[in-house]
């Protein structure tokens, strides 16, 4: 915030900012500081709506009207809500608190304007009879500063918006870096509901999304005083706790689309669900209705840019080694078979890690490095092919030239498949369309 020095006994602002130098001659001077426009803003409603936070703590600090609403029915802070940018800058580092001026050193403008109105009394609707709040605003606009700046000040975690969303909901189908923390810090609940869409489901939403910090779930966490440090259950482990099923319900409660939580958390790439999910009797050989188990959708829905491969790789790798643990699972080639197998479609992915852990135990899977189906189509064919294409996009790290490596490393040698297969069933059925500018080489 700017500071304020007397200049020959004018008051001007240390930003040296024009503008505020006027507003505070035009306060000093006696004007309305409630006086409102054609649409019954004040200046404050105005200062808000502009991200002018210094403006917003003069005119508080000369006891502007904080609550007075404007044609539209609209307080100072409600327009302060609504025009915080979509989504707040990543946070390397998060603060929780449990006073509201713990936050001051923390907020950028936007929020310290929100801070700066609540801070002098502003008040606002813990739910609206029309549905929502301004919780369910900020946690879709991603600011997880003024989330906790509302739930500090008494937002309602139960409160549900127009399309029934409470705002533990509304982060789930939004998203939002931080804000699973926080909701998690004001002890938010979880309801296991079966049957429901994907998309309104907390308990596979849950199961899907990976949390921002790993030690800090809702599924577990560490508390820690001073001497020592202790595992809780999160919210999502004390509803599973709850239900009439007890760990059953991991099992036993699907989606409307016919997927288990560990489904979706192999889906999400979400360790940490994976870990616990299976810990507590997840069974991973259940079949998705297209007849995929969890490892499958694992690879299935592996991200294509460096970051989420990796953390992909880290899930697969998770449901690998438990599979071979429990029922020994094992990857297999049969080059008299037109269909890829897990290997090939992992490498396509570029999940060099898991493609890694696969080699290291090949003679357990009694696995050709090369893996050539029918039509001579092998899993390094296919990490080239992909790799080709994200080279330009990819500087620091390529996933799909470290499979190459990999591969390389364990014997396996570049095969090339017949000139049919390469443009018929790479090109059709993975691309569904032949590129007009795209040439094959069949030298």
């Avoid at 936007?110 to 813990?126: D, H, R």
């Amino acid at each position: 915030m700017t500071q304020f020095f007397n200049d020959d006994n004018f008051i001007r602002n240390t930003d040296f900012l024009p503008w505020l130098d006027t507003l505070l001659v035009l306060i000093f001077r006696g004007s309305d500081i409630d006086a409102v426009d054609i649409n019954g803003r004040t200046a404050l409603h105005i200062a808000a709506h502009n991200g002018l936070a210094d403006a917003v703590h003069v005119l508080l600090q000369r006891n502007a009207t904080v609550n007075k609403r404007d044609n539209n029915g609209k307080t100072p802070l409600e327009v302060a809500c609504e025009n915080v940018p979509s989504i707040a800058p990543k946070q390397l580092q998060f603060f929780l608190a449990t006073e509201i001026n713990d936050l001051y050193p923390l907020l950028r403008k936007n929020e310290m304007i929100v801070y700066l109105l609540l801070s002098y009394g502003a008040s606002f609707e813990k739910c609206k009879p029309s549905g929502g709040s301004l919780l369910h605003s900020a946690i879709i606009k991603q600011n997880p500063y003024i989330v906790q700046l509302l739930l500090l000040k008494g937002a309602s975690l139960t409160c549900k918006d127009s399309f029934g969303r409470t705002p533990l909901l509304a982060y789930l189908q939004n998203g939002g870096e931080w804000t699973d923390v926080v909701l998690k810090h004001f002890n938010v609940s979880v309801n296991i509901e079966c049957g429901k869409p994907f998309n309104a489901s907390v308990f596979h939403l849950l199961s899907y999304h990976a949390p921002t910090r790993d030690n800090d779930n809702f599924l577990e966490y560490m508390k820690c005083d001073h001497s020592e440090c202790e595992l809780q259950k999160g919210p999502m482990a004390e509803a599973i706790e709850r239900h009439k099923l007890k760990y059953g319900v991991i099992n036993s409660c699907l989606d409307a689309e016919g997927f288990t939580a560990l489904h979706r958390a192999a889906q999400g790439a979400n360790v940490v669900a994976i870990r616990y999910l299976l810990r507590n009797g997840a069974n991973d050989s259940i079949l998705s209705l297209h007849g995929y188990d969890a490892l499958w959708l694992a690879v299935l829905h592996a991200e294509k840019h460096s970051l989420e491969v990796m953390k992909a790789s880290e899930a697969t790798i998770e449901l690998l080694r438990h599979a071979i643990k429990t029922r020994r699972y094992q990857i297999t080639c049969d080059s008299s078979r037109s269909e890829l197998t897990l290997y090939h479609l992992a490498a396509a992915r570029g999940l060099a890690n898991f493609i890694g852990e696969l080699l290291k135990e090949r003679k357990f899977h009694q696995l050709d490095v090369d893996c050539p189906n029918t039509d001579g189509i092998t899993p390094m064919y296919l990490a080239q092919l992909f790799e080709k294409k994200e080279a330009i996009a990819t500087i620091s790290y390529n996933p799909w030239d470290h499979v190459i490596n990999i591969i390389k490393s364990h014997g396996g040698k570049m095969r090339y498949p017949g000139k049919d297969a390469e443009y018929n069933v790479i090109h059709t059925r993975m691309y569904g369309l032949i590129p007009i500018d795209f040439l094959l080489d069949f030298s």
